[in-house]
Each structure stands twice: as C-alpha cells, then as structure tokens.
C-alpha cells in the first residue's frame, strides 16, 4: 500500500484518576494537544471520529473545542475502539472526501472489572448470574491453557509486568510509575490462576488525539511525518477462543489478532521481521505473551527464551509496550489504541526522550484486543 | 427446600442423569450450547434440540479468586464468596462447554482429564429455594 495517510500530531491527557475532571474535558486536552503538535488550528479541521465507552456523545466535545459544523462521528468497538476510530478516520482520507481530520480516545470508568448484561453479548442470562461473564477469568484461562501447550512459566508472565512497570515508571503520563519486582508481581493476589494482580491492567480514566491529513501534504505541517501503512479490524471467526463464550465448537481456528495483523502486514508490504517497537494489548502479562506469536513476531513457546534474553526491553531486539502499555497506563477503552500510537509517533520521531529505542526506529506496530473477540492493528513508518 | 434450575432449558430436569440441552445444525450438523435459533456456521435457521453428552475431557481452566462483579453475577459475595475453578470441557467430540469444576482443587485438574457432568448447590434464592446449576467434576471411572 502506498503511504497516503500521514499523522501530523499526537496529544495525550495522562492516563491514570483524575476526580471531577470528565472524560469530554479529558477528550478536549488532548484534541488541543495534538492540534498544537501539528501546527494547526480546530477551525482547520474538516471532519473527525471520537471513540468511548462511557460517553455516549464523545463528539459533544465540540462545545469545548469549537462549534465548526464538521461531520463527526461516534465509535465504538470494544477494546478495539480506537483502532476503528483511525481506521474510519483513514479510510475518510483515503475516499478522497477530505484531506485533515482527527480521531480522538477518552473514557473515564469506575475502578474494578468491567461488567454489562450477558444478553447485550448474546449470552444467557444465567452465563452471568453463575459468575462466568468476566473478561479476567477468560484471560486466565486462555494463558493457563497457553503455558501448559507451549511451556511458558509464571516466571515469564512476571518478568513481562516488571519490564511494563519499568517502561511506565519513564512515562510522565503513565498511571502506574512505580516499578515492581518480579518477586513483588507473584505475591500479589492470585485473580485468576495463573494471573496476580499486578499482572493485569486496570480500567481507568484518560484521553488521546491524532490528527491526520493525506501524505502529500505532511510536509506542509511538519519535518517529521509517520506514514499509515495499514490499519485493519477483525473480529473472531468460529472456533477461536474467545471471552465471553459459553461453548465453543469442537474444531479451532486463530484468533481475530492473527487475522488483523496479517491482513495489515499485507496492506502495508511490510513484515514482522521489520518492526522496530511494538505496542500489544497487555490487558494481562499473559496477553502480551501470546499476542507476541499472534502479531508473528514469535512462534509459539519462543517467548519463555526471548523474555529471559530480554528481547522485548526497551534496547532489545523488539522493543514491546515502551511507554509501560495497559498494565502501567491502565484501560480506557475509548483512548488506549490511540495512546499506543501516541507513543508509537513518539519513537520514530525520536522524541520519547528517557525510554526512546535507540537506533532511530523506522517502524512501529499497534494491537488492540478485547471483548467480544474484536482485534485492530496499525502499522507506521517514518 | 425446594430444588430449582438456575433457568429452564439449560438442562434436563428433573432428572437422576441430568444431561445439557444444546441444539444441532440441520445443515451441516454443528452442536451449540445452549440451544439456539440459528447456526453460528452455516447461517441455517433450522436447529433441532440436542442432548449432550455428559462425558468428555478438560480442555482449558483458571480459578475465580475473587467476587465477580454484580449484577451480572447472583451467588455468593463478601464472606461467602468461596472461589472456584472454571473450565471448558470437550464433550466426547460434539462441543465445548464451559462450567464450573467441582470435586477436586485447582491442584487436581490436568488438562486432558476425564470429567463427568453433576448438578451442583448454586445458591439460595429470595423464595428460599436452592438454585442448582450444572459442573463438571473428574469421573469416578474410565470413560466407557
């Protein structure tokens, strides 16, 4: 694919609890944010997408940003919210329809597991009412199952959160800046087993901006554009295991992940031996682990000798969630896939100062994953 | 007390071998659990009711070490709460099913291990009734 959708500017409202300050007012800073990142004005913008989950409305942020009249659209996706919202954003680019538009991420949610009605997923309502509609216990059980295939041990689920908790304790916008030991991350309360804790991310509060125009006119805005190679959304195809499944059929299939890296991975002529940073949904340690193989920088098992040898460190062969991912910036859902290329833009600029990859990266690579059974990737370059 | 099922058509009731009603494609001979109107496969809207097996094999599992959040969840909570085990189990090649695993602790599940289908005390409803829901718990012997 050619690159004919640039980013020009990326903005970030921390993730972390931020008391009455809303997610629309969240939205806004980070809008602003981006916007002044590349050198444009609200009034120059000519059509937007914002995803959340909480906020019915996120573009009523526009009575806080200007009332332009522009054509703006709600998404929302799942965990994989964000990834529509650059995609819809993209495509509207690449339609020819116009040339500078922004997406935007904010969410703010109540502390604890997320939780709905079963039957708004198709679930019966006793699925809830035993206590199986749960995202973390699927987690637990996708990675149990995972270790015991592929020989992963705990020990490697925990070294993944401490180097999560390392990257975030560089990242002035992270919500968790405290680094914790391996040892710390395995004697915290068990969820679900095998999973403690501090190996899972949080829902919390936050917002992010990109802004993007057509390739040809980057240049205009900025000395350092970041080209979008592909991005793509998947959902599950039958006999994959996924969250929320009171039964699955008999036969397996690869998860919606495989699928919407492959796909962009052949949208945008590159492969996965070309990345140079990555950003995977860690909903937990264990998902960062096999999302590892399922974004094909791995093969399956080849994660327990690569964590040890320190591959995925901020210096090593890949690079994986520098800016501390969800386990140190926590989830809100609308915001988490642009905060990954937030920070993505951040690194092939050369601008993620204490916890930039060195070797001045020249791709990157994003992943969102989550209920129910919905996957988004994005691939940039400079 | 009275017994009652934590929904009707979830599974056979009353009944000393309780079985889980699921539904079988028509078309292309898919099993679903529960029953339901229209093939996830082939699209097909001609689904008949299916007795499972109540026999088959572990296939993946964690624990609930924790509450789940309620509502959705009714059972127990605060000092109550007992965790749980919770798996999917493959039935004898038709369907995997995921339920509660009872009859041993977490140390005893191995995946690959016989499990056999037992109805098991859920919780006390508003009308004092005990809700039973369905487990699977290890075989007491080789599967015939």
């Known amino acids: ?382 | 007390m009275t017994r009652v099922p934590i929904a009707p058509g979830v599974f056979t009731w009353p009944s000393d071998d309780p079985q889980l009603i699921g539904s079988r494609c028509a078309a292309c001979g898919i099993v679903t659990f529960p029953s339901q109107a229209s093939c996830p496969r082939c699209a097909a809207t001609d689904m008949t009711e299916h007795l499972l097996p109540r026999r088959g094999r572990l296939w993946a599992w964690t624990t609930q070490e924790f509450p789940p959040p309620s509502p959705p969840y009714a059972g127990p909570r605060g000092a109550d709460f007992v965790p749980f085990a919770v798996g999917y189990v493959a039935l004898a090649g038709e369907v995997k099913v995921e339920a509660r695993l009872a009859g041993t602790d977490p140390d005893g599940l191995v995946p690959g291990m016989e499990m056999e289908l037992v109805l098991v005390p859920f919780r006390i409803d508003e009308d004092g009734n005990e809700v039973v829901t369905f487990a699977f718990h290890p075989s007491s012997d080789e599967a015939p």
Request: overall charge negative.
């Open chain 1, 1 to 382: 694919m050619s690159a004919d959708v640039a980013i020009i500017g990326v903005g970030l409202h921390p993730f972390g609890r931020f008391g009455d300050t809303t997610a629309i007012e969240m939205g806004a800073i980070a809008t602003r944010r981006a916007l002044a990142d590349a050198g444009v004005e609200w009034r120059s913008v000519q059509f937007a997408f914002a995803g959340s989950y909480e906020v019915d409305n996120p573009d009523a942020v526009v009575a806080l940003l200007g009332l332009t009249g522009i054509p703006f659209t709600d998404v929302y996706n799942g965990c994989a919210t964000a990834a529509s919202a650059l995609t819809l954003a993209a495509q509207t680019i690449r339609l020819g329809e116009y040339d500078l538009g922004v997406a935007i991420g904010m969410d703010k949610h109540v502390a604890g597991a997320f939780s709905a009605d079963p039957r708004l997923y198709a679930c019966p309502s006793w699925y809830g009412e035993q206590g199986h509609f749960l995202t973390t216990k699927f987690f637990g059980m996708k990675i149990n199952k995972y270790m015991h295939d592929h020989g992963i041990s705990r020990a490697t689920l925990a070294k993944v959160a401490a180097k999560n908790y390392r990257n975030g304790s560089l990242n002035p916008n992270a919500f968790r800046r405290k680094p914790l030991s391996e040892e710390e991350i395995l004697a915290s309360p068990v969820l679900n087993h095998p999973l403690t804790q501090y190996m899972f991310c949080s829902p919390d509060e936050g917002a992010a901006a990109v802004v993007l125009c057509r390739a040809e006119h980057a240049r205009r805005y900025t000395d350092t554009p970041v080209y979008l190679r592909a991005t793509t959304v998947r959902t599950r195809r039958l006999g994959a295991f996924e969250v929320h499944s009171p039964w699955l059929p008999i036969e397996e299939a690869p998860g919606p992940t495989v699928d919407a890296a492959r796909a962009a991975y052949e949208m945008a002529g590159i492969g996965p031996d070309d990345v140079d940073v990555a950003q995977l949904q860690d909903t937990d340690a264990g998902a960062e682990v096999i999302h590892l193989a399922e974004n094909g920088f791995c093969a399956d098992g080849e994660q327990e000798r690569m964590v040890a040898d320190g591959a995925f460190e901020i210096g090593g062969a890949l690079p994986v969630n520098t800016d501390g991912g969800l386990i140190a910036n926590g989830e809100p859902i609308g915001a988490s896939g642009l905060r990954q290329v937030h920070e993505i833009v951040l690194q092939l600029r050369g601008q993620a100062g204490d916890r930039q990859v060195p070797g001045s990266p020249m791709v990157g690579y994003t992943q969102l994953y989550g209920a129910p059974g919905t996957a988004g990737v994005s691939i940039l370059s400079r």
